[in-house]
């Protein structure tokens, strides 16, 4: 089974940046696609990005489309998410999970990591 592990998480003022990172190990994990959800405190668990296993797919919510950017280095086995012109809202914890393609639902992903903390405030 594969292993995930989030990590780049943080406090920032709004308008600012960080990347979160999702390390994976275990079985062959450059043959799934990765996705990264967020879930703020009171709210329901939403998808933030998705991107193929070779990277050549890539899907965002509409709330994040132009701040933020998935991509993926295999060689590492390491998927990123560079988040840009952060605003408050996007105060969540954020996960990685694994699937073999993007699916649409959150309950499809097999494998979850245990989350990172990103709080955007001033």
């Known amino acids: 089974q594969l292993q995930l592990v989030e990590s780049g998480g943080g406090l920032v003022q709004p308008g600012g940046s960080l990347r979160l990172s999702c390390a994976a190990s275990?079985?062959?994990?450059?043959?799934?696609?990765i996705g990264w959800f967020r879930q703020a405190p009171g709210k329901e668990r939403e998808g933030v990005s998705c991107?193929?296993?070779?990277?050549?797919?890539?899907n965002y919510a509409d709330s994040v489309k132009g701040r933020f950017t998935i991509s993926r280095d295999n060689a590492k086995n390491t998927v990123y998410l560079q988040m840009n012109s952060l605003k408050p809202e996007d105060t969540a914890v954020y996960y990685c999970?694994?699937?073999?393609?993007?699916?649409?639902?959150?309950?499809?992903?097999?494998?979850w990591g245990q989350g990172t903390q990103v709080t955007v405030s001033s």
């Open positions: 999970a694994s699937g073999w393609v993007c699916y649409d639902r959150a309950a499809d992903f097999r494998s």
């Open positions: 275990g079985f062959t994990p450059d043959v799934y696609a």
């Open positions: 991107i193929s296993s070779r990277g050549g797919i890539t």
